[in-house]
């Protein structure tokens, strides 16, 4: 289709907005996608596919969300990359490889610069804890006293590799308390709040530079052979809140230590869907099957055969196997088939494993870390913060760069990402595969990774657009896993993976290519989700604020409870644990999806709807009355109904909410 | 194992690097001398080059850290474009395809970043670097580059032992790359420039990842009689 004729059909659909406007408001009635929209399918053909060139008028495709503002970054940064972002009270701070800029976004319709900060560094990773704001520098370019001239010297004192703090108790007037220099510099570093230490905060460093001399920095050393290493390890910094100028590294934890899990490509559920009828179909005919790695394979009469023939000289028999010698096989199988997969991973020789982590995800509630370690995803014990315990280990052969985690709110799956090419190189072609610079998901089980599917932001890109797979969080939708990513010029993907073989996306928003003629950087870095809104940092366009628009695959009941979570302050790889408040919102939203998925009949729903509605006009005592009976009656409901775990998740927050009538605030 | 044998072996491939140059000059890997004060000058390039080296201006090294990855992209591309017709393992295939995809993105960016500095750029051919020196051309390969010999050796090979000599020859080739960017890194005022400093990094670590892939997928091949 020419892209003509595309984007006229997409303008009459209202998805595409050409103007790329700063500071622009839509939530006025009249706004492009009406309240009463119930489509559940996503528009074809896909709006974001021919979208108009340019940096600052580029075309748009927005699906499902509305734009609150587009902020172009202030003048020191222009032309310098943004990169990830934190949050505190109402201010996100946003990386620079210049420094940070901090927004007000109290009104997000209207960001204001609150104040920037000029100390160039890359990646200038931000994270944030209480009066406390901590920087990456990991280039060699960066300098201890903030200049811009760089450090031309392969050894010098001016140099700064590791992270930076600072005292912004006045976030105008930053003060730099300390820095912690580290061999390979930092990446990425992630902020773990234990919760039994109150004392401290733990800085885990991820580097992946290239180990700098023993002569800048005494002890670093490159050599892999070497025990001690500055490879095969990450850093611990224990940072006393109460002095923070003595920050330092109080552990370098080898957590890849025999590391030898070979590179499996994650089956698709057609793949094993395939093998499972393969394996039942043969058992069926008399053949035998053995379950390698979690999975049933066919075993070929190459392998069998011999093995029959040994039951039968075992019994000092003759001729054919008899069928108490295939039964007495059938037994010893998995015996036999178990023996021979140690005896081949003993032969393996034990590699170093990865050299460092890309990023880790701490969630401290629930005592794990998500490592993306080079070619692995590690599950981590981070109990003892300064001594992180690796659970277990996945390689994916269509993984390449094991980039960053994400644990759904449950703790029941993590989901990694795959930074395919660094993140400027454009791997959404059409050619390009969707298991490739992806994300993996996967369910948590005692503590045991197993892969689930591939999510790929699905509309595919051009040549001038940098894209993969890159930082998201978690929306809180209540009963839901629903996560927001960016995806450099790819944009932004709004999708829930609740059911973790059939990722789905429900909103998307996306521009054209900075330009049209060559690759230039840009795109989203990161796309978060903080205090009812999506914060989006644009590389070279700044900084987007949109907010969810209600649709048949997400409900204004669901986008209330979600923005009825609030967090004083979030650094996306420190996940909070999501609690949402008794609201109305709240059990609304659980029968919105009860009706989605008939999860309860509908007139038990319509039932329940109309009591939610007369107890929020009724009296204190009222409400509290009739409420109680409600969420007894949904307990009885939930014995027969589809859905007995959602409704029982609504009755208790219809009880919360009988029992605390004073905050069943009307949203 | 042969693993073993080339695992922190950088020197090993440094002296396979410099058997493959047709001179005699030792350490030409090294191409010219790069006084750390030595800035060029910036050449009518476009604003977004300028741009992107807008604080550290970029120096002959990074100039040829570009120039000279690309032909050291370049027989990758050719390496791995042999896995299907050389009756490759299907992981091998797989392995080989994701080179492919990779590699040649990565060399439209070097072509493009030195394009946009007006510099000369060469095409992708597998084929050594010309260098002056002294007044003379001599051909160069860069390190882990494999020699004519090597390259004849891998398309005579077919099925597992092509497997075995792709993975064991892609290993020395990345391995090259690392050293390549090491070197660069270890130069006075290389790097600064932030494009060169995240390509090469970038390069380095995707490929540090590819060569711990690839020794457990060598480790993982069915045993054989003739050894690499």
Known sequence: MASANLLSVSLALGLVSLAGCAHSTSSQPGAPVPAENRSTTAPSPDPRVGLRAGKMDAGEAIWNLRALSKTPPSEQFVDVTNSDLAFTSHYAIQGNYNGYQVWDIANPRQPALETSYVCPASQSDVSVYKNLLFVSGENLAARLDCGAEGVEDTVSSARLRGIRIYDISELAHPKNVGNVQTCRGSHTHTVLVDPKDRENVYVYISGSAPVRSSSELPGCISAASDPNSALFRIEVIKVPLAHPDQAAIVSSPRIFNDLVAPPKHGETPQDIAASKKAAAEARAAGGYTAVIHDQEIVLPPQFVDPMLDSVVQARQGTGAPTAADSAALRQALPGIISAMIKAHEAEVPPTAGPTQCHDITVYPAIGLAGGACAGYGLLLDIRDPAHPVRLGAVSDSNFSYWHSATFNNDGTKILFSDEWGGGGQPKCRKTDKHEWGADAIFTLQNRQMQFQSYYKMPAPQTQQENCVAHNGSLIPIPGRDVMVQAWYQGGLSVFDWTDPKHPQEIAFFDRGPVDSTRMASGGYWSTYWYNGVIVGSEISRGLDIFELVPSGLISQNEIDAAKSVHLDYLNTQGQPKLVWPATFSLARAYLDQLERSKGLSADQISSARETLAQGEKASDVERSKALSELATRLDGDANQAGDATKVRKLAEAVRQLSAAPHLAQRQ | ?228
């Open chain 2, 1 to 228: 194992m042969t693993i073993s044998h080339w695992r922190h072996s950088p020197a090993l491939i440094t002296a396979l690097a410099l058997a493959a140059c047709t001179s005699t000059h030792r350490g030409a890997v090294q191409t010219a001398p790069q006084p750390a004060a030595h800035h060029e000058t910036s050449p009518p390039a476009t604003a977004k080059a300028r741009a992107d080296s807008l604080r550290h201006p970029y120096t002959a090294a990074d100039v040829d850290f570009m120039s000279h990855m690309i032909g050291h992209h370049a027989q990758a591309l050719v390496m791995a474009g042999w896995a299907p017709s050389h009756g490759a393992n299907p992981s091998v295939q797989i392995l080989a395809e994701r080179i492919i995809n990779a590699q040649q993105d990565e060399i439209a960016t070097m072509q493009q970043w030195l394009r946009d500095r007006g510099k000369p750029v060469p095409e992708a051919r597998p084929t050594g670097t010309k260098m002056m020196m002294n007044g003379v051309e001599h051909e160069m390969l860069m390190p882990g580059m494999l020699t004519e010999e090597q390259m004849k050796q891998l398309d005579q090979a077919r099925g597992p032992e092509f497997d075995r000599r792709f993975l064991t020859f892609m290993i020395q080739h990345h391995r090259g790359a690392v050293a390549m960017v090491q070197s660069l890194f270890g130069t006075n005022a290389a790097a600064q420039d932030e494009t060169v400093f995240k390509f090469a990094n970038d390069a380095s670590v995707d490929q540090s990842t590819e060569i711990a892939r690839m020794e457990r997928m060598l480790a993982a091949l069915p045993a054989s009689s003739g050894s690499p």
